[in-house]
């Protein structure tokens, strides 16, 4: 088999990161997110152009889930990623995402999943080492939403 000098791999990564791209612009017109949809986003806490909380990092130094549901704001979606503020604990915090250190996003209600390779130097954890995030996610209502750990919508 002939060496893929091409980089097809890269480039299918980069369009369906694209994908997630425009779900997050739906989510982000007025109303939010239609019907039953939300996103579980499972990010590389260390990748490039990560910015979250110092207490976040802390708590997941290697990977994070957080749900985009009922409750987020201010939510920014760009060409190289997106801003968001989600409640932990009941305090908003800000987190800036690029799209590179997304790892998996997963909408349940249509069982849409999408997993993304990562590079080498960056390492993430395994499925017994991720633990649900401290809060989730956000929209219209000030209801809390309900934390899922990551296992309880992966395909098993």
Do not use: C
């Amino acid at each position: 088999m002939a060496n893929d000098l091409m980089r097809y791999d890269l480039m299918a990564q980069e369009a369906l990161r694209g994908v997630v791209r425009q779900a997050l612009l739906k989510a982000g017109l007025e109303g939010g997110l239609p019907g039953p949809h939300h996103f579980y986003i499972t990010f590389r806490t260390r990748a490039d152009g990560v910015d979250i909380d110092d207490a976040l990092l802390e708590r997941y130094p290697e990977e994070m889930t957080i749900v985009l549901e009922h409750q987020f704001w201010d939510l920014e979606v760009g060409d190289k990623g997106f801003e968001v503020t989600l409640k932990f604990s009941g305090v908003p915090q800000y987190l800036k995402l690029p799209y590179t250190a997304i790892s998996r996003f997963h909408d349940p209600s249509v069982g849409f999943h999408l997993q993304f390779e990562t590079d080498d130097h960056a390492p993430i954890a395994t499925n017994d080492e991720v633990e649900a995030p401290p809060a989730t996610a956000v929209g219209q209502s000030d209801e809390t939403a309900q934390i899922v750990s990551l296992d309880s919508f992966r395909k098993k």
